[in-house]
């Protein structure tokens, strides 16, 4: 079934420091790929999305490159800010019948931003 | 911004209790989701609603859970008898289509079975 694996936490930064979130995944065909973010006391948001290989998602200065020959997802930002402060799902939506609509997502990663 | 409302945050009942979570999908949604999250644990799918009626669901949701859209704007997940390991923060989200990649969640209830 479908999978995704992502970067264990948590991770601590300084301010201005550059961010990486390493995701892979697993799927049947095609999917759609997604990061969420979910701040303090809050629910589920999307960041950014990418739909097929070589997209590239981008929000509020965070990007993601959908790259197919290595199934990954990886997040990153340049310059991160306290603001940041919060957990990051990847997560991925597989087009095949019978799951096409339901998101599989991976563990989360909490990142703390130092200022 | 239209955006998927919750309710209650937090809920707290004892093991063997019902509890109903409510929650209204942005209006003019037509796919309906729960999702849950033990601690420390992933985000799982639980169910998906289309069109008043079951589309999907994982191993997670057995009989002791239902799903119920009893009005035009109410979407509710109900658990017949709780117990401690259905402790998690559920989720609600929608998405306007069949074609749509994206779902809107809500800001989550947190249940606390004891």
């Known amino acids: 079934g479908d999978s995704v694996t992502q970067m264990e936490g948590p991770v601590t930064l300084s301010e201005e420091a550059f961010l990486t979130i390493n995701c892979t995944y697993t799927a049947t065909g095609y999917p759609s790929l997604f990061w969420y973010v979910q701040y303090p006391g809050e629910g589920l948001q999307l960041l950014l999305k990418?739909?097929?290989?070589?997209d590239k998602g981008s929000n509020k200065g965070f990007e993601a490159t959908y790259r197919k020959e290595t199934t990954s997802f990886h997040l990153e930002k340049g310059s991160v800010q306290v603001s940041d402060s919060a957990v990051y799902f990847c997560?991925?939506?597989?087009?095949?019948?019978?799951?096409?609509?339901?998101?599989?997502f991976g563990s989360g990663t909490q990142l703390t931003v130092l200022p | 911004e239209p955006e998927v409302t919750q309710t209650p945050s937090h809920q707290v009942t004892q093991m063997g209790q019902e509890v109903i979570l409510r929650c209204v999908p942005i209006?003019?949604?037509?796919?309906f989701y729960w999702y849950r999250q033990i601690l420390g644990q992933k985000v799982e799918f639980l169910v998906s609603f289309y069109n008043n009626e079951i589309s999907e669901k994982s191993e997670i949701f057995d009989d002791q859970f239902s799903v119920e859209r009893p009005d035009g704007s109410n979407f509710t997940l109900k658990i017949r008898s709780t117990k401690l390991e259905d402790s998690a923060m559920y989720f609600c989200?929608?998405?306007?289509?069949?074609?749509?990649?994206?779902?809107?969640f809500g800001q989550g209830t947190r249940l606390t079975v004891v």
């Open positions: 990418a739909t097929k290989a070589d």
């Open positions: 989200a929608s998405s306007p289509r069949v074609e749509s990649t994206e779902a809107f």
């Open positions: 209006s003019n949604h037509l796919y």
């Open positions: 997560a991925l939506r597989s087009v095949s019948s019978g799951s096409a609509r339901q998101l599989t």
